[in-house]
């Protein structure tokens, strides 16, 4: 083989893997390419669970149920008293009252009985009488039905039981008097000259100021 043939033999066999170089690299590039060009895959992080905040309870109004210091609604006077007719506990200052409201307004109604504990009450505020509730009600020349300035013992009865829950009712000013700042009541069939202001009759009472 000349010098020549053999230069353009070699010639040949480079530009035929030149050729076969040449076939391969595109495809190389595309998966390049591909690579470089591939979205990019965001890791989503996983959601944390978001903690559930209890409903707060409602508020519970307090209500008071001790003697003297009662705080709860009523819808009427008879709810009143009925809430106060199994009430334990006995003081000087309730058996004085409900003695005077048992024999001075026993056969009157709910209204007028409370109506007669709340003059003696009054009475203990008002500067012109004694300032307690048992010196009111035995006060000499006041109530009828004391006796040596004692208030009589009582059976305890449905008339008395009833007396000593408007007592009650009275003493913790459960309830708003019918007869508000009366100082003084008599019954209808009595007419003293006074020259007080009315403020109700109730029953068989007319209470004044």
Not at 165 to 193: E, G, M, N, Q, T
């Amino acid at each position: 083989m000349s010098f020549f043939e053999r230069v353009a033999t070699v010639a040949t066999i480079t530009l035929g893997l030149l050729a076969s170089a040449g076939a391969s690299t595109p495809g190389f590039a595309k998966e390049l390419d591909r690579t470089a060009n591939a979205a990019t895959v965001q890791i989503v992080p996983q959601a944390t669970e978001i903690p559930s905040v209890p409903a707060e309870k409602p508020a519970v109004a307090e209500i008071a149920t001790g003697d003297g210091d009662d705080t709860e609604d009523y819808d009427s006077l008879q709810q009143a008293i009925a809430a106060h007719q199994d009430r334990t506990g006995q003081s000087d200052e309730l058996t004085c009252l409900a003695g005077a409201i048992y024999f001075e307004a026993k056969g009157e109604p709910l209204s007028g009985q409370l109506a007669v504990g709340e003059v003696i009450l009054n009475r203990t505020k008002s500067g012109r009488f004694p300032r307690s509730v048992c010196s009111v009600v035995t006060q000499p020349g006041q109530f009828a039905f004391v006796r040596g300035g004692q208030v009589p013992a009582i059976a305890p009865n449905s008339q008395y039981r009833t007396a000593l829950a408007v007592a009650r009712v009275a003493l913790a000013d459960a309830w708003d008097s019918p007869a508000p700042d009366a100082l003084y009541f008599h019954a209808r069939r009595v007419a003293p000259k006074w020259g007080r202001a009315t403020v109700a009759a109730i029953g068989n009472h007319v209470f004044y100021r």
